[in-house]
């Protein structure tokens, strides 16, 4: 018996599609500035991982260091400092890789205030703050930063909603903060089932419902938390549209960066 080999590839293309590997992705949420937070400890794992999301197909990096706890001494003149010293580095390896500033902004009540002075960033000057709250945040405390976030001017992108107990135990939340003015990301691990079925279910409900505006890596380190986000492009343009995977993964970001309404 003869095999054909050409006609059973064909088949099981047709019913397997293979996707190619996109790039140009924007991640807007990443701790890769180097030695300011808990991400990359140092230069050469800051240029290891600005490698490891280049060669995954992302083209665009937003460095968001935390500002939470001790973090705070982190004044926006040291991290602008070492934003261009890191840049120039990037620039002689990768220049065609876009690297922007701004900060994952934990609230706190002096936070609008710290914002208007600029003593907090927001992301690359614009209009736009990734706005952080604690896992254990209840409903009127995100409400109520987020109010008071755009009653200063930004508009928030709720820094990996997911994560907090109260977006997963009241489903009406996203529509609250949605209806606000606020923009949500989710974490690329979280969508793939990194942090636990009812985090994967929860991120997939908002896709669902197109409510959720961004995906980014919120990368750490190269093992643990490393800045990946074609898995995930593969899992959402496959489940969802590739329309929506692009908005998710590229053209929304666009906004930010040009600082326009989304
Ligand atoms: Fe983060």
């Known amino acids: 018996m003869t095999i054909d080999v050409l006609s059973t590839g064909q088949e099981h293309e047709r019913k397997f ?20 937070d808990d991400g990359a400890a140092d230069i050469l794992e800051g240029m290891k991982l600005v490698r490891m999301a280049w060669e995954d197909g992302t083209r665009a990096l937003f460095l968001t260091p935390h500002y939470r706890g001790s973090f705070k001494e982190n004044t926006p003149a040291w991290l602008h400092e070492v934003f261009s010293m890191f840049r120039q580095s990037v620039a002689e390896e990768l220049p065609e890789m876009k690297l922007y500033l701004g900060s994952e902004a934990h609230y ?32 009127s405390q995100i409400v109520n930063g987020v109010s008071e976030v755009i009653r200063c001017g930004f508009t928030p992108v709720i820094a990996h909603a997911e994560r907090y107990n109260a977006f997963r135990k009241d489903a009406a939340l996203a529509d609250t903060v949605l209806a606000m003015g606020a923009l949500i990301q989710l974490n690329a691990s979280s969508i793939l089932g990194k942090h636990g079925y009812g985090i994967k279910q929860f991120c ?37 549209t590739a329309d929506y995977a692009s908005a998710l993964f590229r053209e929304n970001a666009q906004a930010i960066i040009e600082n326009r309404d989304l």
């Not at 599609?17 to 300011?36: E, N, R, S």
């Not at 936070?111 to 709250?133: H, I």
């Not at 896709?207 to 890596?217: C, D, G, M, T, Y």
């Not at 800045?227 to 593969?234: F, N």
């Open 108 to 139: 706190e009540a002096a936070l609008p205030e710290l914002l208007c002075e600029g003593k907090v960033m927001p992301l690359l000057n614009s209009q736009y703050v990734l706005l952080e709250f604690l896992s254990t945040s209840v409903r």
């Open 204 to 240: 997939h409900r908002l896709l669902q419902q197109r409510k959720a505006h961004f995906i980014a890596s919120d990368a750490h380190d190269c093992a643990q938390r490393p800045p990946l986000l074609q898995a995930c492009w593969q899992r959402v343009s496959k489940k969802y």
């Open 17 to 36: 599609p293979v996707q190619k590997a996109m790039t140009g992705f924007v991640d807007i949420h990443t701790h890769i500035l180097p030695g300011v």
